[in-house]
């Protein structure tokens, strides 16, 4: 696995294409006798045309479909940041519309309750609901879980049909 | 802090972080891109296609780098860092192929099952490389690609490909040896006719 002393001044000439025309007759002689070298050659020519021939083979995109397809993704990549908190942000807000409007509901808790209490009586629906959620309290639940359902299903749909997909 | 964020972005194979509010990418303008892209797809191209041995892998992945490489802040010392960047996005997106579920790793693709393009193309020059180099694994295709292709040092290499120099010495000098006698002796069948 020695490399030979004579390796770089082969390779060198190889890199500028001047071998085998400005080598000497000695440097020639040698890699003709020194295993390393004539592998050296070998490899190097047969690579280096392999290499040509598979280039000149290949069709190329326009430069500029890769330019914009590149900014059209960094583009993405950062609205994809920036939607991240403000994602955050809204589940938040929404978040606080429904305990500030439970506050509320709980404050007005005798009137509301009664309110409430008769809404199924006024709608004959009352028989529909089960044991539990024929109380005034069970009512108002109920339709806070209604409330935030609709709202976690909007915020979904919010999220799927936004354009950052990639 | 995970340990994927203390490598450079090209290593982890995963889209570059990105940075907002670039009117050029990478360093280069359109326009130097533009000649940037002529210097160096093709060379690129020749590197996926033979060492993968799929040309329409080749497409897929040149663009690929490409797209990487404006997208990320590429080194702006000059069109040889530039190049070699582009290479080791290349070597990452064809590690990242050779790991998907049907294959395990770039060591253990059987060469067999990886046919090279161009292997039955007349040639001019003295030696066709194709059958050779269809009887190596992949991995030694690649440090064969880059050591006598592209005349890259073993420091080059180890930045290309993520191995360490001690590896690459050995591994190139077993390859070299075998792609030696697979050229000056092929196999009847695959002689150039005369
Ligand atoms: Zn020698």
Redesign the interface.
């Known amino acids: 696995m020695t490399a030979c002393s004579r390796e770089p001044e082969i390779r060198s000439l190889l890199d500028r294409g001047h071998w085998p025309a400005a080598a000497s007759p000695e440097l020639t002689a040698h890699a003709a006798a020194c295993t390393r070298c004539s592998q050296l050659l070998l490899l190097t020519q047969a690579f280096r045309a392999d290499r040509t021939r598979a280039a000149a083979s290949v069709r190329l995109e326009a430069p500029g479909v890769l330019w914009w397809r590149a900014q059209l993704r960094r583009r993405n990549a950062d609205l994809q940041r920036l939607q991240r908190p403000l994602l955050g942000a809204q589940i938040f807000s929404v978040l606080l519309s429904l305990v500030a409007a439970a506050i509320f509901l709980a404050s007005q808790s005798k009137a509301t309750l009664a309110w409430i209490a008769a809404v199924p009586h006024v709608l004959h629906f009352e028989s529909l609901l089960p044991e539990p959620l024929q109380s005034p309290l069970g009512l108002a639940a109920l339709i806070a879980g209604i409330l935030a359902l609709i709202a976690a299903v909007a915020k979904a749909l919010a999220y799927a049909t936004s354009e950052t997909r990639d | 802090m995970p340990y994927e964020s203390a490598i450079p972005q090209p290593l982890t194979g995963d ?1 570059p ?6 009117a050029r ?1 990478a360093g280069m303008d ?1 326009d130097t ?2 000649g940037f ?2 210097r160096s ?3 690129l ?2 590197y996926l ?2 060492v993968s041995g799929d ?1 329409a892998l ?2 897929d992945l ?2 690929e780098s ?2 990487r ?3 990320a802040d590429a080194p702006t010392d000059g069109e040889v860092a530039s190049r070699r960047y582009l290479f080791r996005i290349g070597s990452n997106l064809l590690r990242d192929h050779w790991r998907r579920p049907r294959h395990t790793s770039i060591d253990e693709v059987p060469e067999d099952r990886v046919p090279l ?2 292997t039955t ?1 007349q ?5 066709l ?2 059958p ?2 269809q009887q190596l694994k992949p991995r030694a295709r690649q440090l ?2 880059l050591a ?4 890259y040092s073993h420091q080059e290499i180890a930045a290309i490909t993520g191995l360490a120099s001690a590896s690459i ?2 591994l190139l ?1 077993r390859a ?2 075998q ?2 006698r697979l ?2 002796n092929p196999r009847p069948s695959e002689r150039r006719p005369a």
């Open positions: 889209a972080e990105l940075t907002g509010g670039h990418a359109s891109f533009a892209y002529e797809a093709r060379p191209w020749a296609a033979r040309p080749a497409d040149l663009q490409f797209i490489f404006l997208a393009a161009g193309e040639s001019d020059s003295a030696i490389l194709g050779a180099l064969l690609w006598y292709a592209e005349g010495r050995l000098f070299r040896r792609m030696a050229l000056q």
